[in-house]
């Protein structure tokens, strides 16, 4: 799969509290990136998002965000894969320019989460969950992922202090990205004495409520160099699913959907993981940071916090991850989030990652996921040499 | 466009109020187009639906769904563009085989309104509408359509009694449709007796609330006879988008959308609409189907009615509409109804229409819309012999 690159790139930065609307953040994040590709007539809109209609009463955000730009009367419309909304509205963006259909297309993702309760917005993200037998338990995400916590720990015997390894990882590259929504340096005691959110979980564990939109313009690969002279590749473009709930589940320690996807990308990549040299990997929580690693092949289960303990995921390691801060301290507008990875990987790629910029990078991936390891989408992006 | 068949359908009946469950409702026409096309093993997913997130607090459909069909692990998201979500999930699906990514592709749609207050599936249909500037002053889709039909009888000077003439045409035609929600011949009388809901439009204008699901089993042509003998080609799948709202528009009696869309599906297909013999078009209120004779360019403005009331819309006529009924009485589950729409077209292409059969037809069109004309799709299928 070689047929489609990255020609423009646009990102807000990610906050807290936004003043600015849904609309008024999709808007900037797009037309920044149609800006970057020196294209104002794109075919075609894909927008990712999970929340809207809950929080903001507003469904039908394609035709919404097309006429929001100027752009009414282009084909648009929504995809929603819970917190792997980007990542999916991606992958529909992808085969949209590979069916030929479509050619210059603008795929963008936003959330706006600010402004509601803490309930309201847990109530709201419950939704990637089985309403019928576990949402209505009163689970939550945070609660979902201690449980996972808490049997990996048990199972690999690693203390919550080295899991803790992840977050000081992703504060540490948040520190030089000026999009970030935390940027702090934080240790691993801080992250152990932050308060206890569900057991093993900490508050520094877990990534926070927050606003964003990012957007990349995707083109045929063959007429990539009208826009960029150094367009990216995208080499693959995976989605695979999984269970809604875990007591479907055997392994707790791994999620099948993330293997199941990165094989896929693999082979459509013709690569292994031994050839990536950039990642950047869905840490909502992190365990899931730490199981990422391992579920898309680069080291075995529960070896996963080794790579960030020997260096080998900091900005000068062999595996730079998370490179402008992550889930974790970037920030995790949910249904945005797998387009802000995409775009991370496409600056890093063509050296325009500024202070957050990795030494030398040709083959990125990314790995996005929607509810508890239920639907995972899995991109590798190529530098053209 | 010629690359895509429809190689199995499946679709439950529609109801004012299912006993089944939104998952039951997706299983069951899921299971029935895989039964058609005899394929078990299909390759991706893509699942149309507008509302489960407001009314069944349920999100993340695609990875529920390939779930509960037995396909955990399977590529699967969903697809939204409000009333228009089952066609955008179609034009995804088209793009998916295009792709080259997928071959054998399902596309499916569900839609559970029942079990709700009016109140409550009117909050969520509006939704589709503008949030900050339409759905907060109080007006609903039947008050916009009534604007629209108000403007347009003023302006073509056509009498209430000749837009009641489509939910004739569409009771009549659902008469012989076992899975339609009405089965009850009609009059105009009927009609312009039946209570006012928003003048001008009454009761038996307006499509009602309903359940129900339905689903496509998609394949590239050339591997179609693998499935079927008698494989059905899509040979356009376009989407357009206008404004989300009326006060944005200048004329209101015609959509841009609709004439976008159309135009551009011709344009694939390479036919125009004098070759078009067998229509499905999106009748949620009367005066939108009979615009739509309009702008899919099969009369002139203000003459729309005259090819019903001509018979030329009805089963033996030159170009049978809605021949199962359409949205008024077949039924309009909103998220699904772009998906009923194209397996309607595929069982008549195929003479498999039953009762509902039209004596030979070649080429079938499919128009749905989202909110008031602001998303459309088309679709034009074509019969291979």
């Known amino acids: 799969m070689q047929g489609v690159a990255v020609v423009g790139i646009g990102m807000t930065p990610i906050s807290a509290k936004s003043e600015k609307t849904l609309i008024e953040l999709f808007v900037e994040a797009a037309t920044e990136a149609m800006e970057d590709a020196g294209a104002d007539r794109i075919e ?18 394609g035709a919404l965000m097309a006429t929001a730009l100027g752009k009414e009367g282009l084909p648009a419309y929504r995809v929603e894969g819970a917190c792997a909304s980007g990542g999916v509205a991606a992958n529909a963006a992808v085969k949209a320019v590979l069916s030929g259909l479509e050619k210059t297309v603008l795929v963008g993702a936003v959330e706006k989460m600010s402004g509601y309760t ?9 939704m990637a969950e089985d309403r019928t037998r576990v949402a209505t338990t009163g689970a ?5 992922n201690a449980m996972i916590a808490r049997e990996y720990m048990c199972k690999c015997k690693l203390p919550h202090e080295q899991l803790a390894e992840f977050p000081v990882l992703c504060h540490d590259h948040a520190l030089s990205n000026p999009r970030a929504q ?12 932050s308060p206890l959110v569900a057991d093993p979980l900490r508050l520094y564990d877990c990534s926070a409520i927050g606003d964003g939109a990012a957007a990349l313009v995707l083109a045929p690969l063959d007429r990539a160099r009208e826009f960029t002279d150094l ?14 709930s875990l007591h479907q589940r055997g392994d707790l320690t791994t999620f099948a959907a993330s293997r199941k996807a990165a094989a896929q990308a693999y082979e459509l990549a013709k690569i292994g993981p031994e050839d990536v040299d950039l990642l950047e990997v869905h840490d909502a929580f992190s365990i899931l940071g730490v199981m990422a690693l ?43 989030t797998g387009i802000y990875q995409l775009a991370e990987l496409a600056l890093q790629l063509s050296n325009m990652a500024g202070k957050c910029q990795v030494p030398e990078a040709h083959v990125g991936l990314s790995q996005s996921i929607g509810g508890i390891g239920s639907t995972v989408t899995v991109h590798i992006l190529e530098r053209v040499d």
Chains 1, 2 share one sequence.
């Open 118 to 126: 803490t309930s309201e917005v847990t109530a709201g993200l419950m």
């Open 182 to 193: 935390f940027r702090k340096k934080i240790t691993v005691q801080d992250v152990v004495n």
């Open 44 to 61: 075609s809109m894909y927008v990712g998002n999970m929340l809207s209609g809950f929080l903001q009463n507003q469904k039908h955000l």
């Open 140 to 144: 939550t995400f945070v609660g979902l």
């Open 231 to 244: 367009p990216i590749v995208i080499a693959a473009s995976a989605v695979a699913t999984d269970t809604l």
């Open 294 to 336: 391992e579920d898309l092949g680069f080291t075995v289960k529960g070896s996963g916090i080794q790579l960030v303990k020997d260096g080998a995921c900091y900005r000068g390691g062999r595996l730079p991850t998370n490179t402008f801060g992550g889930l974790k301290a970037r920030g995790h507008p949910v249904g945005a």
